[in-house]
């Protein structure tokens, strides 16, 4: 059942009776610039940033997170506990600015992903380091939609939960 159904969905590809919408952009690092595109997206925030990532060393995407808590979103930050650690990371600056940090200890936090006004979904490889900005292969990939960011809403609130 499954086969005919999906040789189904393929015919009508094909055929054209099912429009796809465009409501991805894929980025590399570090030729299309992903922390200059971070940095705008969360520019864009007018309601709330949550971000689960696994290192955070970058101090310009610490500031947009400031400028972002300053106009008045809600900013949340989640970070592994061993990179949290390194003395480039931004976890002191964060918790300093005011913008609410916790530190998952239990186990390794390796997401890597933003959650833009439960709209739109950053996700990829990229961490905010300048090496991955700078040096590494990383991919970067936004998502514009609704269901798919508040799924990822819902794992950051268990994430959030979980390392409170």
């Known amino acids: 059942m499954h086969k005919i159904r999906l040789l189904t969905i393929i015919l009508l ?48 995407l610490f500031e947009a997170l400031k400028e972002a808590k300053e106009r008045g979103v809600e900013v949340k930050v989640i970070l592994d506990r061993l990179p949290a650690t390194s003395k480039y990371s931004q976890k002191q600056n964060l918790t300093e600015s005011g913008i609410s940090t916790r530190i998952m200890l239990q186990k390794t936090m390796h997401n890597k992903f933003v959650v833009i006004d439960n709209e739109l979904v ?20 936004f998502l514009a939609d609704k269901k798919i960011a508040s799924q990822y809403s819902e794992e950051f609130f268990e994430l959030w939960i979980e390392a409170g």
């Open 13 to 60: 590809f094909v055929s054209g009776c099912v429009q796809e919408e465009q409501n991805a952009e894929v980025f590399f690092c570090p030729e299309d610039f992903c922390e200059e595109r971070t940095i705008t997206a969360i520019n864009s925030a007018e309601n709330s940033v949550q971000v689960a990532m696994y290192a955070f060393t970058s101090h310009e």
């Open 122 to 141: 950053l996700t990829g490889s990229f961490n905010w380091t300048s090496n991955a900005d700078e040096k590494n292969d990383e991919n970067l990939v």
